[in-house]
């Protein structure tokens, strides 16, 4: 099995409002250290077979088109999880 | 010629039998439409109404904007069908590149719900035309992800090609750019906006407004913009 792993962030010239929502909850819960925040969203895309190079390009295709909306948001990342495999096969 | 106004129902839509019912009030034949439906069985104009189409999940509209219908929404919509897209429906315009921009969460981060007034600023769209230019009307306004966001050279493109249509007065509920409150294509068939026309359309269930408390109609003026300009150009054909 092969899983892709597509990061989608909101743009960083957009006032990102969960993030900031986030970010002011944090210091309530003695996290001073951050000052900022901002939340993406993480798809996990499964396939059967190897890690084919045609998924990674079906995958970015599949980001653009409809996992992300350019107009708000980047796809920063689209990348295989390469423990997918190993995950799979251990019995545990 | 009764005119027929589709109003398309996705999974997760809440104001689709109110749509249908301000289409009839208005003096048009409502026309469901079902999210799967390939045809538009031959409706002269379609409504995609507010709601939590897929439960807004990845974003609102992205999913519904992929449904079958939308197919031929889309086509017929660059052929100059009339198409109002209210609140959810909006969202799926934007998903669907009829419509620039996007909606984000409101700025303030929760639900509102509120009878809002608004500007008319484009009297000249399908859906619009019976309004003078620089109305002001009041209909309810209730969303989650409401504030409309856009890129500055897009911001000012529709704003000297006259593109937006409504803007909020008084007070900007949602963060949206510019206080806009919706916008149309360069056409002037695909009109889109947060606040919702079909609730406040009939005695005793709208807005307050002069003529009394729940007596706001201000809606009613979008059905008839569309009939106006529907019956406009079958005169002409």
Known sequence: MAR????????????????????????RLGFTQFQAVRQGKRFELEAAGPPAPELLAAAREAATMVLSNPVIEDVVSVRFDHGADAAAQDPA | MTIRIGVVTFPGTL???DALRAAALAGAEGVPLWHRDRSLHGVDAVVLPG?????????????????PVMEAIIDAAHGGLPV?????????????????GSMIKNDHLTFICREQR??????????????????EIVIPLKNQDGQF???????????????IVFRYQDWNPNGSRR??????????NVVGLMPHPEHAVELGFGPDSGAGPRAGQDGLCFFA?????????????
């Not at chain 1, 909101?10 to 210091?27: C, H, N, R, S």
């Not at chain 2, 709601?51 to 449904?67: K, M, N, Q, V």
């Not at chain 2, 109002?84 to 620039?100: A, D």
């Not at chain 2, 608004?118 to 109305?135: D, I, K, M, P, Y």
Request: aromatic share 6%; hydrophobic share 45%; charged share 20%.
């Open chain 1, 4 to 27: 892709v792993i597509v990061d989608v962030m909101p743009k960083p010239e957009l006032l990102d409002p969960q993030g900031k929502a986030v970010a002011g909850a944090l210091p």
């Open chain 2, 15 to 17: 104001d689709d039998r």
């Open chain 2, 84 to 100: 109002l897209g209210i609140c959810n429906g909006f969202q799926v315009l934007t998903e669907s590149h009829l419509l620039p």
């Open chain 2, 179 to 188: 206080d806009i409150a919706g916008v149309t294509n360069e056409a002037g």
């Open chain 2, 51 to 67: 709601g939590f189409s897929y439960g807004d999940y990845l974003r609102a509209g992205a999913i519904a904007r992929f449904a």
């Open chain 2, 149 to 163: 966001v856009a890129d500055a050279r897009t911001l000012d493109q529709l704003e000297a090609e006259g593109r």
């Open chain 2, 225 to 237: 913009s569309v009939i106006q300009h529907l019956g406009a150009l079958a005169a002409a054909g």
């Open chain 2, 118 to 135: 608004l500007n008319v600023e484009n009297n000249r769209t399908a859906w619009t035309n019976q309004f003078s230019a620089g109305q």
